[in-house]
């Protein structure tokens, strides 16, 4: 994956037994990052909608998104097949775009051909966030401070108001003379809307709980203590809100549950637990187990999740009624 552009990534997608794949289910890819949103593909191996039979439907979809990005982005099938470029707008409404009609199937299964080799299918991404919807980090004073992010990429940012917002930037700076290379934790997305809410030219999007799940642990960690009191007043006034979005994201609710647990926010636990007792058994399912078709990194992924949360919390989890109908 590329780092020297947070806004451009290239993302390859490895599909193993592709032939043996069930016929009427979409199998989903790990997540990516381009510009500040969190990305996964999702391919139809026998196709979707009026493709159904014929074609390969491969679609990007936006998880994870501080605002409504418009993307462009070209599918590729590794060495063989280039889609061209198309340019979409994502948003609630219509989260994912892309080519219902790939590639023709009996093209894609002709062994001569070449498109799979020993049952893989590769596919390759290339998403580029449109110039106009990056975050306008323009300080309006010069920038002293570069923040490296484990993906690579140098943030530039101005000392003096991380120091004003942050206690663990007012100790880490205190000393230095001149330019300072800091490394920190957390994605570019959370780091460009942390720098958007300290200067004074722009304002930051507005919340959502794909922005609150996502700067929570750098807020805590950094001790942004303005940001962080208005991120735990978003959970408290939106608590209701939560509830449909762990309907939208079932997946997803170990990690809420993690995240409560390892920033102690009782609110949010108690809201997440909510949710999983009135969970049915089909819903739990979804939430706590990945099919077999998704491979064994997702299957690693939600036993490590379930590994963040203390004994006392997977012993309530374990016990609630829905939850052990499902096993």
């Excluded at 491969?58 to 099938?77: C, N």
């Excluded at 979409?88 to 023709?104: A, D, H, M, Q, T």
Aim: one cysteine or more; a positive charge; proline letters at 5%.
């Amino acid at each position: 994956m590329a780092t020297t552009d947070p806004w451009s990534t290239s993302f390859t997608w490895r599909i193993d037994h592709f032939s043996k794949l069930p016929s009427g289910d979409p199998v989903r890819s790990d997540c990516f990052e381009a510009g500040t949103c969190t990305w996964r593909l999702r391919a139809h191996p026998n196709g979707s909608s009026a493709a159904q039979g014929t074609h390969l439907s491969v679609y990007l979809e936006v998880q994870d998104a501080m605002w409504e990005p418009s993307a462009t982005y070209k599918f590729t099938v590794v060495n063989q097949h280039d889609t061209g470029s198309s340019t979409s707008k994502f948003n609630r409404e219509i989260p994912c775009w892309g080519r219902r009609k790939l590639i023709e199937l009996p093209a894609l299964r002709d062994v001569a051909a070449g498109w799979l080799v020993d049952d893989k299918l590769v596919l390759r991404v290339d998403v580029t966030v449109k110039h106009e919807d990056r975050f306008k980090l323009d300080a309006g004073v010069p920038c002293d401070v570069a923040l490296k992010l484990p993906c690579g990429v140098e943030v530039p940012a101005v000392g003096l108001f991380l120091q004003a917002a942050s206690p663990f930037f007012r100790a880490a700076l205190e000393d230095v003379k001149g330019s300072a290379l800091i490394p920190v934790d957390g994605s570019f997305g959370a780091w460009a809307y942390i720098l958007m809410d300290l200067y004074p030219l722009h304002d930051p999007p507005a919340l959502t709980w794909g922005s609150v799940y996502t700067l929570l642990p750098v807020a805590h960690k950094y001790n942004f203590t303005k940001l962080l009191a208005r991120l735990m007043a978003f959970v408290k006034d939106n608590s209701k809100a939560l509830t449909h979005n762990l309907m939208f994201n079932r997946r997803y609710v170990i990690r809420w549950l993690a995240l409560a647990e390892r920033l102690q926010m009782d609110e949010l636990r108690k809201q997440v637990l909510g949710k999983v007792r009135s969970m049915t058994k089909e819903e739990l399912q979804k939430a706590f187990f990945v099919q077999v078709s998704s491979g064994a990194k997702k299957r690693n992924a939600i036993r490590k999740a379930m590994e963040e949360l203390s004994q006392e919390l997977r012993d309530e989890l374990l016990t609630t009624a829905a939850f052990a109908a499902g096993h």
